[in-house]
């Protein structure tokens, strides 16, 4: 019973300390959205305006954090790299080139780490913008643009871990980063170009990315039997087959049918068959079952909904949610820049493709 007390007490006090922390770290935030003053957009400026790239330096764990921010720089459009402000006297200065501007991040302004950087960049004459939140250190001295934090304490009083400061450092280089890309026109296109893979690039990647290597979707003309659109069905393992008018020209201009804006109908598409259709033509009234009669265009989905290949694969994941469907007819062009420049003539994209490419 005690042993339970004892645990039920802990589990109080981490939910407790918990909440004190996350409290803290918020309220340091709003304290730093109301600091920023014209030096930030100075920065945002001298960033954007380096004919180079951005270097962004730290040690202990503002080292971390300025990986960090680097890498989230690199990743919405501008060249950045991390350097280490221990390794910088030892050979990795090299990496800061002529055209660059460098962010360094310290909370103190004061690690004897960053007296060889400081003075590497004072000798070059590069832009320095500083993190810190001690406006009489050397960093900050030493900065053409300060960007102060403001003086808010770590998240634990009895513990001085750099808590809420390296959320404040982390949380500017996100602002900065921000105002750059809202700046130079950054879109959802440029940033899905920059991360193809994994789930975020799945995400991101286009329907036209999705169908190479698929072959052509299943075809069936109007007049088509119960039978041949069986086999046709099987053929293409896709659950479906297209119902094409061999009458209609290509260039005729197409359908249309609303749904997302997205949607058109390639000309000679004039339906669609899914194995479901064909079940149930097949357990309709016994006279009917087996008959010449009974033939595409009787059973087939007019004007099948479908998207064009530039279009996002989330975009189609949303639709067949929406429709509660598992295949799209998919025509038309896909982005030059994703590889999918060719025109896919009409095909299928299935449920499970993209279920396969982690599209969610």
Do not use: Y
């Amino acid at each position: 019973m005690a042993s339970e007390r004892a645990e039920t007490g802990s589990a109080a006090a981490a939910l407790e300390t918990g909440r004190r922390v996350i409290r803290a770290e918020r309220a340091g935030l709003d304290a730093l959205a109301d600091s920023l003053d014209p030096a930030f957009a100075e920065a945002v400026a001298l960033i954007g305006g380096a004919t180079g790239r951005l270097i962004v330096c730290g040690v202990g764990k503002s080292g971390h954090v300025a990986r960090k921010v680097s890498s989230t720089f690199a990743s919405t459009g501008t060249p950045s790299f991390f350097l280490h402000a221990a390794e910088a006297g030892h050979g990795d200065l090299g990496i800061i080139g002529s055209g660059d501007a460098v962010l360094i991040l310290s909370n103190s302004g004061q690690s004897r780490e960053l007296l060889p950087v400081l003075q590497f960049i004072q000798r070059r004459g590069l832009p320095l913008i500083a993190v810190t939140s001690d406006a009489g250190s050397d960093l900050a001295q030493a900065a053409g643009c300060l960007l102060r934090l403001p003086p808010v304490a770590e998240a634990d009083p009895a513990i001085p871990a750099p808590t809420t400061s390296a959320l404040l450092m982390l949380a500017l280089g996100d602002a900065l980063a921000a105002a750059l890309w809202h700046g130079r026109g950054f879109s959802a296109d440029d940033f899905s170009r920059l991360h193809p893979s994994g789930r975020l690039g799945a995400a991101l990647a286009r329907v036209g990315d999705l169908l190479d290597g698929l072959p052509p979707a299943p075809q069936v003309a109007l007049e088509a039997s119960l039978r041949e659109i069986a086999e046709a069905i099987t053929r293409g393992g896709l659950g479906c087959a297209l119902v094409t008018d061999r009458d209609t020209a290509p260039n005729t201009a197409p359908n249309s049918r609303a749904a997302t804006g997205a949607d058109t109908i390639a000309a000679a598409v004039t339906g669609l068959i899914t194995d479901g259709d064909l079940r149930r033509a097949l357990l309709r009234d016994p006279p009917r079952v087996g008959e010449a009669a009974v033939l595409a265009r009787d059973i087939m989905t007019r004007d099948p909904l479908t998207l064009d290949a530039g279009q996002s694969a989330a975009s189609a994941l949303a639709l067949m949610e929406q429709r509660q469907i598992s295949q799209l007819v998919i025509t038309g062009h896909g982005e030059p820049e994703s590889g999918s420049a060719r025109e896919h003539g009409p095909t299928i994209l299935h449920l499970q493709r993209l279920l396969r490419a982690q599209v969610a």
